[in-house]
């Protein structure tokens, strides 16, 4: 079982519409978590940490569930600008390091 | 507003060749990075350095080395390239020596072994 798992997607969505998509972990001690966005052919950019009370910011939202060791991210009236590939991380309790996931890709579409 | 600088962005090289590749960044960042990704899998982390002078080996270090030059300047080097190594290579760097989860990426080198 990988570490950090995802829909790899793509999910193709209307513009305006509402999006969410999940990472899971493996690793019940993990203790941080972030999305990053990359843009095709690009380099990722963070997007957001992830915190136990879940974060928003703007149009997006994060989540944490400890107990199915998931996180999530919400994507609230989609713009065709958010079209990339979102990548989740965690970080490892081991050696410090971030562990990716090989992310989700999202096509909103006019 | 530099960031993160990286080259070359493209190479091919044949079987054996050698190669490195420079990133440079201008934060005044404690910690450096290299990471390759490959298509349908996670960025897997090659060689950090957690602050000048040291340097760790990452998930995947087998067929690479890199070299801290100063606080600046991380270069990867591939002594005997192979076809495995073909690949997306980023550079990034932190604030932060461990436990960050905020990097920043260079705009990545596009290398091809044949």
Known sequence: RKEVEQDPGPFNVPEGATVAFNCTYSNSASQSFFWYRQDCRKEPKLLMSVYSSGNEDGRFTAQLNRASQYISLLIRDSKLSDSATYLCVVLSNSNYQLIWGAGTKLIIKP | NAGVTQTPKFQVLKTGQSMTLQCAQDMNHNSMYWYRQDPGMGLRLIYYSASEGTTDKGEVPNGYNVSRLNKREFSLRLE?????????????????????GEL????????TVL
């Open chain 2, 80 to 100: 005997s390239a192979a076809p495995s190594q073909t690949s997306v290579y980023f550079c990034a760097s932190s604030e932060r020596s461990v436990g960050t």
């Open chain 2, 104 to 111: 920043f990426f260079g705009e990545g080198s596009r290398l």
